[in-house]
């Protein structure tokens, strides 16, 4: 197993541009979500999926979008970069089944991206 | 809306001695508490988890945990730290609504 991928490893933008980061499971999780890591927050949740075709909001959601077509795949998109994006990316699964919550999540090796 | 808070940012601890990293929580319902371990350039990596049971909870690397309901915390803990273990470290809650939220990290720093 693959576990969780994310492409690409780094991005610079600039400021208006948009661009998709690209988040893949081979472990059939139907949960999926998408953090961002900022030096002294710790992670924030941007938008999550408890499976395909369904997505919510997390903490910090504005300027992002997602979509869940696949079980494996949860992209997320940046509409109009700003450089108040500028951050560490990462991608998270687990499994959710019958809805329980209590599953470990695995992570991604995370995308960095810099917003000029 | 649960959170968790770790309030120091630095741990500093020689090689062989005991290691705490502090964690508090807030929670509405039963809570479900993770460790996890980030080293330089890595995603973050499970260490263990609290969801019932017994207080004191194992998880790898030799770490282990204690769930302290009347204080909102979960510490965690190694009785012999090693070099190796330095690495930043998160604490996470999870509500009922699959929101999963982290505290600021930890850095913990373990000298020879």
């Known amino acids: 197993n693959a576990g969780v991928t994310q492409t690409p490893k780094f991005q610079v933008l600039k400021t208006g541009q948009s661009m998709t980061l690209q988040c893949a499971q081979d472990?059939?999780?139907?949960?999926m979500s998408w953090y961002r890591q900022d030096p002294g927050m710790g992670l924030r949740l941007i938008h999550y999926?408890?499976?395909?075709?369904?997505?919510d909001q997390g903490e910090v959601p504005n300027g992002y979008n997602v979509s869940r077509s696949t079980t494996e795949d949860f992209p997320l998109r940046l509409l109009s970069a700003a450089p108040s994006q500028t951050s560490v990316y990462f991608c998270?699964?687990?499994?959710?089944?019958?809805?329980?919550?209590?599953?470990?999540?695995?992570f991604g090796p995370g995308t960095r991206l810099l917003v000029l | 809306a649960q959170s968790v808070a770790q309030p120091e940012d630095q741990v500093n601890v020689a090689e062989g001695n005991p290691l705490t990293v502090k964690c508090t929580y807030s929670?509405?319902?039963?809570?479900?508490l993770f460790w996890y371990v980030q080293y330089p350039n890595r995603g973050l990596q499970f260490l263990l988890k609290?969801?019932?049971?017994?207080?004191l909870v194992k998880g790898s690397y030799g770490f282990e945990a204690e769930f302290n309901k009347s204080q909102t915390s979960f510490h965690l803990k190694k009785p012999s730290a090693l070099v190796s273990d330095s690495a930043l470290y998160f604490c996470?809650?999870?509500?009922?609504?699959?929101?999963?939220?982290f505290g600021a990290g930890t850095r913990l720093t373990v000298k020879p």
């Open positions: 998270a699964s687990s499994y959710s089944g019958g809805g329980t919550i209590q599953e470990t999540q695995y």
């Open positions: 472990m059939n999780h139907e949960y």
């Open positions: 999926s408890v499976g395909a075709g369904i997505t």
């Open positions: 929670v509405s319902g039963n809570p479900y």
């Open positions: 609290y969801i019932t049971g017994d207080n």
């Open positions: 996470a809650v999870r509500g009922y609504n699959n929101d999963m939220r």
